[in-house]
């Protein structure tokens, strides 16, 4: 059973680019969690999704950032117009329906905005 | 605010030696998780503890947990090389499924 996969797991923008960050969720796994870490800090929460829905979006910032899990496909997190304070090393997690106190992450990506 | 502050921040330690950190929080918690992360890499389950639980073993692990003093500590026993790597700790407090991790303390066991 292969592990919660994200790709790419390094990803160069220039200012103002879009970032796409995409993620697999362990198989049978239909929660998906994603966290930001920025450098020396511990990770911060961004959105929870299950398929095709939000359910939670407050860690999210109001604008450039959106998330999505369709019902066939990765979870995708989309930044767009990247500023350089969008550096930061982001992680995906997923969670079983009926073990969702237990989150298992996958590798990140970090993403540097220059 | 914050949830989950481990302490001490960094710790070096010889090969062979206990490694204690502690994490402290500030609301009411269903569970408390801790995690390793190795340098640039993910983070890897390490030990859940509920809050009716007061001490659960893993291997070499031990986690304490005291909800009147809202505290956790990891000991990890007999450390390894291997050992080195950054600990959070991490809440339900946010509640709705969401972790809530401390900054971390970075471990470094000597050979």
């Known amino acids: 059973n292969a592990g919660v996969m994200q790709n790419p797991r390094h990803l160069v923008r220039r200012r103002g680019q879009e970032a796409r960050l995409r993620c697999s969720p362990m198989?049978?796994?239909?929660?998906v969690y994603w966290y930001r870490q920025l450098p020396e800090e511990g990770l911060k929460f961004m959105v929870y999704?299950?398929?095709?829905?939000?359910?939670?979006e407050s860690g999210m910032p109001k604008e450039r950032f959106s998330a999505e899990f369709p019902k066939e496909g990765p979870s995708i997190l989309r930044i767009q117009q990247v500023v350089r304070g969008d550096s930061a090393a982001y992680f995906c997690?997923?969670?079983?329906?009926?073990?969702?106190?237990?989150?298992?992450f996958g590798p990140g990506t970090r993403l540097t905005v220059l | 605010s914050q949830q989950g502050e481990e302490d001490p921040q960094a710790l070096s330690i010889q090969e062979g030696e206990n490694a204690t950190m502690n994490c402290s929080y500030k609301?009411?918690?269903?569970?408390l998780q801790w995690y390793r992360q190795n340098s640039g890499r993910g983070l890897v389950h390490l030990i859940l503890?509920?809050?009716?639980?007061r001490e659960k073993h893993s291997g070499r692990l031990r986690v304490t947990l005291d909800t009147s003093k809202k505290s956790s500590s990891l000991l990890i026993t007999a450390s390894r090389a291997a050992d080195t790597a950054s600990y959070f700790c991490?809440?339900?407090?946010?509640?709705?499924?969401?972790?809530?991790f401390g900054k971390g303390n970075q471990v470094v066991v000597i050979p």
């Open positions: 997690a997923s969670s079983p329906p009926t073990r969702t106190d237990t989150q298992y």
């Open positions: 198989k049978g796994h239909s929660h």
């Open positions: 999704l299950q398929k095709e829905n939000i359910i939670d």
């Open positions: 609301t009411s918690i269903n569970n």
């Open positions: 503890i509920r809050s009716n639980e």
């Open positions: 991490a809440t339900d407090a946010g509640g709705n499924n969401r972790l809530a």
